[in-house]
């Protein structure tokens, strides 16, 4: 790896589209496919580039048919090739969500195995930029809840390009999602701390492995996408004060690495969940709840911070009342130190 | 047309696999039934769970796939058992499937509309339409690998009402993909009649607003189906593109077993098993000069492969238990 390589910092949407370019030129049997990722390079940018090295027969723009196309990926899929699919926000799956959960996703369990879905759907989420309940949706327990597909979110642009390559080579249906807020699109605000230094070099990022991304003695903070940047941001604030707070990302939605979070939790006694999507079912409860059955001791009842259970709203003073951040972190980590009354 | 004197390989063929199908059916009818009687309880006996049986549109099946080879692909639909057998599909596995036995073609864990078998490119489903996308997928990766095979996806008359017809339809078109799209009207959605809830008598009549060859075929007669798909189905092979395909066919059977049937018009059945389609087909094929001892040898074959099936169905063992977390995921990667 030269200097340059090693210091070099990529945006999420720059490192998925290296990600992809790369795989391409690897596989030939790697094509992409859904709506503006040919001439545009994807809404969100990470398909930039591709169209020009490789051609319209393996980058594909399709029509705004998206049952149609994730139906054809499946196909392409079970007959050996790797399609990765963008459906451009999550919020678009009440369209197609029969291709992605009644297909897609049990293939290899109703073929016995004999059968795989080797597809990559990348689709966005996540809101705070004012595009209101039908475009800023994060719906990760949605995709969580149902078997039969693995699903991703990184937090950094060098996760990126990791998670990518591991999910065209996984055997399975991944849904690939990135944040708005991390992406490093110039016209929407974008999280620093997403962008980072990518390797030139071909590495994978372990799907179904949370990484510890800050260690702490006091309190665990797990996060996801977004909030991982609101957990780091509440750790340092509060590392003045003398609170040593470990974050982990979770990185991978299904399957939940547990473990991490279990024995990071038997650490510290203390954990603050954080995801932005609807609090009832959601993640920050999963995460919760598998501490909770593990036996770990906790020294504060444990604290999780979602989305309300709300439509998202457009006007900035709603959304962001109603968003996580990291003062909301902050706060809850407070509670979470309070001196237990006795 | 079919000559008087049409004594070509494939139309015995044809005639077998309708046999095959409908033995098929006729064996599942008592199997089913068991555990299930005086009280009708979808749980109970060796196969529970819905049950689509077939009879009366095995021409559509054995038309089409006569033109096919096993690495050509077929999606069916929920009411697959005469496509599976005229696709090939391993019958001892898919007969032990749909007794839910650990050497079914996924171990028990489908059942009989979720039928794949790789060997021979075949899959249904149990969601109407859904196979569409997958089949345009199948044709699309033969093309872009430049291959020569083509994909072939069966769907009922109400799947074109359904959005995923419509999205296949306009993307195959736009992508010129090797497949062709087989309705087989039964004239009935459940219970729902095509007339009350169809706008236009033909869906045939459809593909034209995607820019494919849409063919209507009436008669529910497997010479005629022959031709018709021989067409499309050289059509797609040489990269002329898609076609849509409506069969008008008949469905002998309710819409699963157990289906009282009410919402059909006083005789209908009657009058449709007059015309059953397998008889019909064997005079013809006597008329035309096949041997009655040829035709007696296709059904003893048929009826002999039926019977096998199902003795290894039965003599299957039960899946283990645990057996219900495997192949959730597909282990390993691509190197």
Redesign the interface.
């Given at each position: 790896m030269t200097q340059q390589a090693a210091t070099r910092k990529l945006t999420i949407a720059k490192s998925m589209a290296e990600a992809l370019s790369q795989e391409m030129e690897r596989?030939p049997d790697v094509?992409v496919m859904g709506e503006d990722i040919g001439k545009l390079g994807g809404v969100f940018g990470n398909t930039a580039g591709l169209l020009d090295s490789f051609g319209p027969?393996?980058v594909?723009d399709?029509?705004i048919?998206?049952?149609?196309?994730?139906?054809?990926?499946?196909?392409?899929?079970?007959?050996?090739?790797?399609?990765v699919v963008e459906l451009m926000f999550v919020d678009f799956f009440g369209?197609c969500m029969?291709?992605i959960y009644?297909?897609a996703a049990?293939?290899?369990?109703?073929?016995?195995?004999?059968?795989?879905?080797?597809m990559v759907l990348m689709t966005s989420v996540g809101g705070g930029y004012g595009d209101a309940g039908q475009h800023s949706q994060s719906l990760y327990a949605t995709f969580g809840h149902l078997?039969?597909m693995?699903v991703v979110i990184p937090s950094t642009a060098r996760d990126a390009k990791g998670l990518m390559l591991?999910a065209?080579?996984?055997?399975?249906p991944i849904i690939f999602m990135y944040h708005k807020a991390l992406q490093g699109m110039g016209w929407l605000g974008t999280e620093p701390g997403a962008i980072t230094p990518v390797p030139e070099e071909d590495y994978e990022v372990p799907i179904g492995k949370a990484n510890v991304v800050r260690e702490g003695e006091d309190i665990t903070l797990v996060g996801l996408g977004a909030t991982v940047h609101h957990c780091l941001a509440a750790a340092n604030q509060l590392a003045s004060k003398g609170v040593s707070s470990e974050v982990i990302d979770i990185r991978t939605i299904s399957p939940l690495d547990r473990t991490t979070i279990i024995a990071s939790t038997r650490k510290t006694g203390r954990i603050v969940a954080v995801d932005d999507d609807y609090l009832s079912y959601g993640v920050s409860g999963e995460v919760i709840a598998s501490v909770c059955e593990a036996g770990v001791p906790l020294r504060a009842p444990p604290e999780r911070i979602s989305f309300p259970d709300i439509p998202i709203p457009f006007s900035p003073a709603l959304e962001h009342f109603v968003l996580p951040n990291s003062d909301k972190v902050i706060a809850a980590i407070n509670r979470a130190l309070e001196p237990v009354n006795g | 047309m079919t000559e008087a004197s049409d004594n070509r390989p494939h139309r015995i063929l044809m005639y077998e696999n309708m046999v095959k199908s409908r033995y098929f059916e006729d064996a599942i009818k008592p199997a089913y039934l068991e555990g299930k009687q005086p009280l009708f309880n979808m749980a109970k006996g060796p196969i529970p769970g819905e049950m689509h049986l077939s009879d009366g549109q095995e021409p559509c099946a054995v038309g089409v796939c006569a033109h096919l080879q096993p690495e050509d692909?077929v999606?069916a639909t929920h009411r697959p058992h005469h496509i599976a057998i005229a696709k090939g599909v391993d019958l001892n596995a898919m007969a032990a499937e749909i007794f839910g036995k650990k050497t079914?073609?996924?171990?028990g864990?489908?059942g009989h509309m979720?039928l794949?078998d790789?060997a021979v490119n075949f899959?249904c489903?149990g969601?109407i339409a859904?196979g569409?996308?997958?089949?345009?997928?199948?044709?699309?990766?033969?093309k872009?690998r430049g291959q020569n095979s083509v994909?072939v996806a069966f769907i009922g008359e109400g799947a074109a009402n359904q959005?995923?017809f419509h999205?296949?339809l306009?993307?195959a078109a736009?992508?010129n993909a090797p497949v062709v799209f087989v309705i087989e009207d039964n004239s009935y959605g459940i219970s729902v009649s095509k007339a009350d809830c169809t706008a236009i008598a033909r869906n045939s009549d459809r593909a034209a607003a995607y820019g494919m060859p849409g063919i209507h075929v009436e008669g529910n007669d497997p010479d005629t189906i022959y031709d018709a798909a021989g067409e499309a189905i050289a059509r797609a092979r040489s990269g002329g593109g898609p076609s849509l395909i409506e069969i008008e066919t008949t469905r002998l059977e309710g819409h699963f077993m157990g289906d009282a049937e009410a919402y059909r018009p006083e005789g209908e059945v009657e009058r449709l098993r007059e015309a059953d389609p397998i008889p019909a087909y064997r005079s013809r094929l006597e008329a035309d000069g096949i041997s009655a001892a040829d035709l007696d040898g296709a059904e003893a074959e048929a009826r002999s492969v039926v019977e096998a099936a199902f003795a290894f169905a039965r003599g299957s063992d039960l899946p283990e238990p645990e057996d219900a977390f495997?192949?959730?995921?597909?282990?390993?990667?691509?190197a």
């Open positions: 596989d094509l027969e393996r594909r399709t029509p048919s998206e049952t149609g196309f994730i139906g054809t990926a499946v196909g392409m899929a079970a007959a050996g090739m790797r399609p369209v029969d291709a009644n297909l049990k293939q290899s369990y109703f073929s016995g195995g004999s059968v795989t879905c080797p078997p039969g693995k591991a065209i080579r996984d055997e399975n | 692909t999606t079914g073609l996924s171990g864990r489908g979720h794949f790789p899959a489903s969601i859904q569409m996308g997958p089949a345009v997928g199948a044709a699309m990766a033969a872009m994909a959005g995923a999205e296949t306009n993307l736009v992508w495997e192949t959730v995921f597909t282990a390993g990667k691509r």
